[in-house]
């Protein structure tokens, strides 16, 4: 028995080193980092400052005209990216009728993309509009989408 183990202990065992070869090491770091990456982009931050829409905005030094202005900038962004992603869902149509499928999944991933600019700009346009702070989903679906008032 002390063979076999002088034999595989000290011969063996460092030429079998299964875990340095698949990098374990930097396998687990890396997974660690990713779901720490993930963790932090869907938890909810909390606010730093609790203020109304009107302080914010005498804080800021924004006046009612710059208010209208940036919120015809964001509706015209909103549309823009509306436009940009249509237009990729119908290449990634044609993409796919010719038979491209990973050049359709990446044209896809672009107008995903391109729908998400949209909802930000249209969920900034739709707080200047209502004049408050910090709207959650279901407040710009329920104010945008359904048409409800708050």
Known sequence: MGFFRVVFGGFVK???NVPGWI???HLKSNTANLFGWLRSTFSPQSSQRKETFSEAMQR???TEDD???RSKSLLSHTYLYLAISG???FYMGYL???GHLFVALITLL???FFLVKAYVSHLWYFQIKHRTLGCT???WWAGSVEGQKQ
């Open 14 to 16: 460092p030429m079998v």
């Open 23 to 25: 990098g374990y090491r």
């Open 60 to 62: 800021l030094e924004i």
């Open 67 to 69: 208010l209208v202005k």
């Open 87 to 89: 237009i990729a869902l």
């Open 96 to 98: 796919l009728f010719q």
């Open 110 to 112: 672009i107008a995903v």
């Open 137 to 139: 989903f279901k407040d």
